[in-house]
């Protein structure tokens, strides 16, 4: 079985600043790596993901997100955020060949102000 | 493309009656799965399905029910309705079950009273 740990519920951060949402998570397979956003009263839409290769990964609205394959991370970032990125942030993990859905954390709630 | 719909909306149901929330996906995506998010918990996936016919439990089955009979559609039944179900109910689909991206409904909110 796979589980997440986000490590902030609540992130406060001033516009144009720069922004990092951690995130770990356990496993004893390998997995995919997701981050997911969910604006007020919306569905999820998906922020980013690694499955392979590169550690690096670029995702829409400015965001990247790093895999640290040692320490079990996927943290999300982004260099200069904006009134409009206030959300809430999940990160998942998928089982690699798995058929069950993904495992989310318990998301954190990104506040930009003014 | 709408991509994936839910109905309804929001609904408001008394402990004991049982319902079904519909959730309908126009991507001929073979994987499809249910979650409920509740505050401070992140989502839970109830129930999946892999293609028409065939559907596995998740992390928190309990007091739901689901059936595939066509690609397309893949609801969720409420068979006697708990104060604990209350809940935002997400549906999902994907193309397949690897690290395809799931693709969310936009949700439907429940009351249980």
Redesign the interface.
Known sequence: AQSVTQLDSQVPVFEEAPVELRCNYSSSVSVYLFWYVQYPNQGLQLLLKYLSGSTLVKGINGFEAEFNKSQTSFHLRKPSVHISDTAEYFCAVKAGGGADGLTFGKGTHLIIQP | NAG?TQTPKFQVLKTGQSMTLQCAQDMNHEYM?W?RQDP??????IH?S?GAGIT?Q??VPNGYNVSRSTTEDFPLRLLSAAPSQTSVY?C?SSYG???E??Y????TRLLVL
Do not use: H, I, K, N
């Not at chain 2, 969310?104 to 949700?107: E, I, K, L």
């Open positions: 994936v799965s979650y401070g918990m992140g989502l839970r996936l999946y892999v596995d998740g992390e997400f999902a079950q690897g690290g991206t799931q969310f409904g936009p949700g």
